[in-house]
């Protein structure tokens, strides 16, 4: 007696193991709503655009215009050294009445350089073991004006 109804409890067990690889729908959203209408238990329209775009960003567009002799130069020199995380970049402001340049470096406690339209070093205003850089402009963050990206590192 025991036979048969084990066999039964087998069978049944396979047939709706089976059972489960048959007759399964799935609708995603981009499967049109088998009523024509979105309330309910209907999925949405499909969009008519992308959600994700696989194409790579736009480059950055610099200001290229008016790069002095010595900035080239230094970027130059950046492009021929490794790759520094965060990338190296270059902002133009105007800082007290003049034109700068301020220049970011790599990762892990190096000073970031601000200079003058000719190249000089006027202070470094973040970086170190502070992170506030070293204390020469101090009030650079807040009196910065007209912001320009002049170059980022593209590697």
Known sequence: ????????????????ALACNRGVTVTTPTDPPVSGSVNGN??????????TDLRPARATAFDTTSRPAWLESRIQNHLAEPKQN???????????GQVVYYETVGCCDQFSNLYDAKGKVI??????????????????????????L??????
Do not use: A
Not at 42 to 51: G, Y
């Open 1 to 16: 007696m025991r036979l048969p109804l084990l066999l039964v409890t087998s069978v049944t067990v396979l047939c709706s």
């Open 123 to 148: 202070c470094h205003p973040e970086g170190g073991l502070t992170g506030r850089g070293d204390g020469q402009c101090p009030d650079f963050d807040k009196n910065k004006t007209g912001e320009m």
């Open 150 to 155: 002049v170059w980022r590192d593209p590697r």
């Open 86 to 96: 965060p990338p190296v970049q270059v902002s133009r402001y105007r800082y007290k």
């Open 42 to 51: 209907d999925t949405p329209n499909p969009t008519s655009t992308n959600t």
